[in-house]
Nanobody
Framework: QVQLIESGGGSVQAGGSLRLSCTVSVSDTSFDFPLIGWFRQAPGKDREFVASIGSRKYYSDSVKGRFTISRDDAKDTVYLQMNNLKPDDTGVYYC??????????????????WGPGTQVTVSS
């Protein structure tokens, strides 16, 4: 139904920046995915919400003011610009899509599709 491919991960020092990209490919146009966003998972921790874009943009409190989510519909791509990165931002970042716009209530178990993930490592 939908394929999500992330790119842009890497290793940076604290205070640095990275931009993640998520290319969205929908094979069955009878399905609509109004909600696209990012989750992350650090070793030994649960997958947590980072940011989403649907009818509105939402951010977790831990990234608000540092991360910006955007989309380019002409390129079927969603971006996550990450500035002032901190070691606590380290983890695997996953792009996710949902057929329902949960708004600020989106949790990992709700997501209908996931990308394979991209590693982000921030050193102090």
């Amino acid at each position: 139904q939908v394929q999500l491919i992330e790119s842009g991960g890497g290793s940076v020092q604290a205070g640095g920046s990275l931009r993640l990209s998520c290319t969205v490919s929908v094979s069955d146009t009878s399905f609509d995915f109004p909600l696209i966003g990012w989750f992350r998972q650090a070793p030994g921790k649960d997958r947590e919400f980072v940011a989403s874009i649907g009818s509105r943009k939402y951010y977790s409190d831990s990234v608000k003011g540092r991360f910006t989510i955007s989309r380019d519909d002409a390129k079927d791509t969603v971006y996550l610009q990450m500035n002032n990165l901190k070691p606590d931002d380290t983890g695997v970042y996953y792009c996710a899509a949902d057929t329902f716009d949960y708004g600020s209530s989106w949790l990992a178990p709700h997501a209908d599709a996931w990308g394979p993930g991209t590693q982000v490592t921030v050193s102090s």
